[in-house]
């Protein structure tokens, strides 16, 4: 019962660099998740995702996330805009949002947690250290914490 409450979770990741999607999917794989996890390429994309908008405006393409993985860096609405757009948003703030981001910036940091970002992940250079990150994640959010259901 347990494991498919876990992999029951939809997990949304928003990152534009297509060697980090693939190398997220291939430590996703690695991990052997069950979970539905979709990728969005920039903060409006994620927006609309998450609002049911243009492509996703059907109830079947874009079902609501458990957990979502966010690159700061990114075109048309970067994460911090993003970030800022789901955490003063009544329906959506209760999503827990990890920023994974290739930033070490102190002020990043500051930032996201000052907005409200649940954990802040700077991606390891290395695939292995990617595949423990994932893990890590997949343990900690998806296997001890509780979240509110929707």
């Known amino acids: 019962m347990i494991d498919k409450q876990i992999s029951s979770i ?18 996703i794989a690695e991990n052997k998740m069950k979970n539905r996890v979709d990728f969005v390429e920039d903060g409006e994309e994620l927006m609309d995702f998450l609002n049911h ?3 996703y405006s059907g109830d ?3 079902p609501r996330p458990g957990l979502i993985l966010l690159d700061l860096n990114m075109p048309k609405k970067d994460g911090r805009e993003a970030l800022t757009e789901i955490k ?3 329906d959506l703030r209760r ?19 000052n907005l409200g970002v649940n954990s802040f992940i700077t991606k390891p250079v290395s695939f292995d250290s990617l595949i423990e990150v994932v893990k890590t994640i ?6 001890i914490v509780t979240c509110p259901k929707d």
């Open 10 to 27: 939809n997990i949304l990741v928003a990152d534009d660099d297509p060697d980090d999607r693939f190398m997220l999917k291939k430590a």
């Open 53 to 55: 908008r243009g492509k």
């Open 60 to 62: 079947n393409t874009s």
């Open 88 to 90: 003063s948003d009544p």
């Open 95 to 113: 999503i827990p949002v990890i920023i994974l981001t290739t930033s070490k910036e102190e002020e990043d940091i500051l930032t996201t947690y």
């Open 138 to 143: 997949r343990e900690y959010w998806l296997e």
